[in-house]
């Protein structure tokens, strides 16, 4: 890349090392734009007569070409690729989707030295609309060589981060007690409910039950026949593990214990199972409060129809400590 100051009237085509500000201090033209035969013209009647400018070399690609190729090739599902300012391309969810994110990609992404990705955390939930990710290149322009490693390694191991759809899930829920089903329903109602906005849903099924072995088979069979996307078990105690009431219930119906204790604070006793390809989830005292626990953590990439495993659990850790 060469930098030099020519005559305004020969800078079409070049790109601008630094910005352009009116006498007053409005700003004319950004750092980073390409002049063209207009600019050229704006910049003689403000009366300028010479400007600072970079000129690409063959082996190099501009910024915002390079960032789009990088955006583009990076992800895959309901992701939208906008240009920005400055060297950046934006890709912002194009309908309501969890993201899932390569942490060890974006690891070696990042360690070039030409392009840097930020994404939304993993497994988080974006509105459509909302941005999930950044792309940024060194100024001005990239190497060649280094953006066909970079677009060559995503086509190899991408994709780098997935904008999965959340389109209209269904969700069950059971309310379970010792003593009462409908004691633990008026208990955590509300708060399921301001949960679940949080979303944009709401359950489509609902029952409560007392905690008994019988009782939370029975209504676990009758919400499983619904084929609902996630059942969701709000019980007032909590479990001593996998052979308690609730996972002893699990088993009789056929489900696979995918991961017993999370590593996240508020939430840790999670206890997440699959029957075929049914989530089941309990996380006992996650719905007293409605402040965030691993009911969040988890719930968006369940709505998505992400098999969640339990290598993924155990991988929250790394921020788990939520409260």
């Known amino acids: 890349m ?48 010479t400007v600072w400018v970079t000129e690409l070399e063959e082996d190099e690609v501009a910024e915002d070409e390079a960032v789009m190729q990088v955006a583009a090739a990076m992800a895959c599902g309901s992701a939208e690729v906008r240009p920005a300012a400055g060297g950046r391309a934006n890709l912002h969810a194009a309908e309501d989707v969890c993201v899932l994110v390569d942490d060890d990609l974006l690891r070696q992404v990042n360690c070039t030295s030409s392009v840097v990705i930020a994404t939304a955390a993993n497994f988080s939930f974006a509105r459509a609309g909302d941005r999930i990710a950044t792309v940024k290149s060194t100024p001005f322009a990239v190497a060649r060589q280094e953006l066909e490693v970079i677009l060559a390694t995503l086509g190899e191991r991408g994709p ?29 109602e509300p708060v399921v409910r301001q949960r679940m906005a949080r979303f944009g849903i709401q359950p489509r099924y609902r029952l409560s039950c007392t905690e008994n072995e019988a009782e939370v088979v029975k209504a676990l069979g009758y ?34 214990l995918e991961r017993y204790l999370a590593p996240v604070e508020p939430g840790n ?20 409060s409605a402040k965030p626990n691993v009911v969040d953590l988890v719930l968006p990439p369940l709505l998505a129809r992400y098999r969640v495993s339990g290598w993924e659990i155990a991988c929250l850790g790394h921020g788990g400590l939520l409260a």
């Open 269 to 288: 006793l999670l206890m997440l199972g699959y029957r075929d390809s049914v989530p089941i989830v309990s996380a006992p005292g996650c719905f007293r």
């Open 160 to 188: 780098l981060l997935q904008a999965r759809p959340v389109r209209n899930p269904s969700l069950a829920l059971l309310y379970s007690d010792h003593y009462d089903g409908e004691r633990a329903r008026m208990m955590f």
């Open 223 to 256: 919400l499983l026949r619904m084929n609902p996307d996630v059942v969701l078990v709000a019980s007032t105690t909590a479990p001593a593990g996998p052979e308690d009431v609730i996972g002893r219930s699990m088993q009789r119906l056929g489900a696979h």
């Open 2 to 49: 060469r930098t030099q100051t020519v005559d305004v009237r020969q800078a079409h085509g070049r790109v601008l090392c630094c910005t352009i500000f009116r006498p007053g201090g409005k700003k004319l033209l950004a750092k980073g734009h390409m002049l063209s035969e207009e600019d050229v013209q704006l910049l003689e009647t403000e009366g300028l007569r």
